[in-house]
């Protein structure tokens, strides 16, 4: 695999799981799934705080879950095939979603691939900001008046 392909490959990857984390740090602000997160702990979804908190929720149960089936997937569905242009794989379609109807038209196809490159890389701007932002301010959504050791004050 050239250099190329394989930093393709990547940014397309990054730009997928942060379009996603994006909408993980937004949605919960408006909806939250009833029910339990993990039963066995007693954790609601609605108990799991927003942002960067909602992190030190989850058991390592869960995260060892989310790393087995992030595992399964790039193991046995999502293989690079030097044949196909980076983050096109044979089981997924459109966005890399598994078995997912593909663009057949060519120019539409390469429409395509520029707007998810576009939005992609606006994504990883995006969600790194937001978790900076929480980070600093310990708000999902960046109450300033919480953080008063800024150098621009």
Known sequence: MTAFRRRRATELKHGRVSMI???GYIVPEYFKFPGYLAPKGGVLFEDVPNGLNALLKVSGAGWAQMI????????NLLQA???????DFANAGKLGL???GGIEDPAKRTRSLNAELANGRLAMMAIIGMMFQDGLTG???????????????
């Open 139 to 153: 708000s999902p959504w960046g109450d300033w008046s919480l953080y008063a050791d800024s150098p621009l004050r």
């Open 21 to 23: 984390a994006c909408i």
């Open 98 to 100: 598994p078995f997912a």
């Open 68 to 75: 087995a089936f992030v595992g399964a997937m790039e193991l």
């Open 81 to 87: 095939d030097p044949a196909r242009a980076p983050g």
